[in-house]
């Protein structure tokens, strides 16, 4: 599976090819989709730029890109939207519009809270477990990770050289946890495509996107979400070339 990741925390000032609008986050679901993603996650914002759990910004975003495509459809719940977890709580239980599923940073203040009020309104939950963060080590005692959909593998390492360092020690970190969950695997910046390729080795789940890389694998820079699904795919089928021979 490759889920994209449409936006993330980036704005306009980061790239031109970041998508705000609902409409602009449909057509780039649209786009990527077609390109090859299983998968879509995105961050809705404010006209402003800013991510938001309000149901009155989420509730277009949702509706927009779902016109657009037939995947599942997931939204961040990080602290930097919504800082107060009890807010957070608050937010989800007024969604009027539920996403598929919706991330879940297991390092962050209120992660069991925030988890559970998303189980009960039958929203999946991405356990987001970041490298060099406590996020493992919470994880591995929440009562509720054998009941997450699949657990995010994040990498934080913004470099190309220690990235698939961090992911292998990541992994085994989270292979010690009898969460019995899909993994999905995934870097940021310059450490993005060495996890990608890893993932790809090693038959995992993983995600692309303009939140995690502005660049395409050669260091050009991107020009949309579907150009880097269709780099990760294509690195995904060359990985499965390479195990077949």
């Known amino acids: 599976m490759v889920q994209v990741c449409l936006n993330g925390p980036r704005t306009a000032a980061d790239s ?13 679901a649209r786009r990527a989709v077609a390109a090859g993603a299983d998968d879509v996650h995105v961050h809705p914002k404010t006209p402003c730029g800013t991510d938001s759990l309000s149901p009155r910004v989420l509730a277009p975003v949702l509706e927009a890109i779902r016109a657009a495509v037939d995947v599942p459809v997931g939204v961040t ?36 809270e925030v988890a559970a009020a998303l189980l009960a309104r039958g929203v999946g939950v991405e356990a987001g477990v970041w490298s060099g963060t406590a996020g493992a080590e919470r994880f591995a005692r929440s009562p509720l990770a054998p009941r997450v959909l699949r657990v995010l593998a994040e990498v934080t390492d913004r470099d190309a050289a220690s990235a698939a360092r961090s992911a292998r020690d990541l992994l085994a970190a989270l292979a010690e946890i009898p969460h019995g969950r899909p993994v999905l695997l995934h870097g940021w910046d310059a450490g993005a495509w060495p996890v990608v390729r890893l993932a790809a080795r090693i038959g995992l789940a993983t995600r692309v996107g303009i939140e995690d890389t502005l660049l395409l694998p050669d260091g050009s820079p991107a020009a949309d979400n579907a150009q880097l699904v269709a780099a990760a795919l294509s690195l995904t089928d060359a990985a499965g070339e390479e195990g077949g021979g």
């Open 16 to 28: 031109g090819a970041v998508p705000l609008s609902p409409a602009a986050l449909a057509e780039a």
């Open 77 to 112: 719940t990080g602290a930097w939207a919504e800082p107060d977890p009890a807010r957070r709580v608050a937010r989800i239980r007024a969604w009027t519009a539920l996403p598929d599923h919706a991330s879940v940073n297991w390092h962050e203040p209120g992660a069991d």
